[in-house]
């Protein structure tokens, strides 16, 4: 069973940054994309950021400027720089990879912006 472990979140002022990594169990061979979901109270989870096998990378245009996706293959992890953040960016984040046709979620990781 494939396990997604994040870590990272917390609380930071508007317009602050936090850094985002989610550890996959899994080989970046057997990858085929992974990336960030958020849902915020009340609202439905949405996609925040996806980075595919080939380095292709792909951004909700709400973050675009301001969110960045990275991976580190040897760690085989993925990573969600964010910078100015806003009170609108508070929300659970949740790590997702396809991995051989199947879709895998972390637990979530909380990030609070403060106005």
């Known amino acids: 069973q494939v396990q997604l472990v994040e870590s990272g979140g917390g609380l930071v002022q508007a317009g602050g940054s936090l850094r985002l990594s989610c550890a996959a169990s899994a080989s970046w061979f057997a990858i085929s994309s992974m990336g960030w979901y958020r849902q915020a109270p009340g609202k439905e989870r949405e996609l925040v950021a996806t980075?595919?096998?080939?380095?292709?990378?792909n951004y909700a245009d709400s973050v675009k400027g301001r969110f960045t996706i990275s991976r580190d293959n040897a760690q085989n992890t993925v990573n969600l720089q964010m910078n100015s953040l806003k009170p609108e960016d508070t929300a659970v984040y949740y790590c997702a990879a396809h991995i051989l046709s199947r879709d895998y979620w972390g637990k979530g990781t909380l990030v609070t912006v403060s106005s």
């Open positions: 980075i595919h096998k080939g380095g292709s990378e």
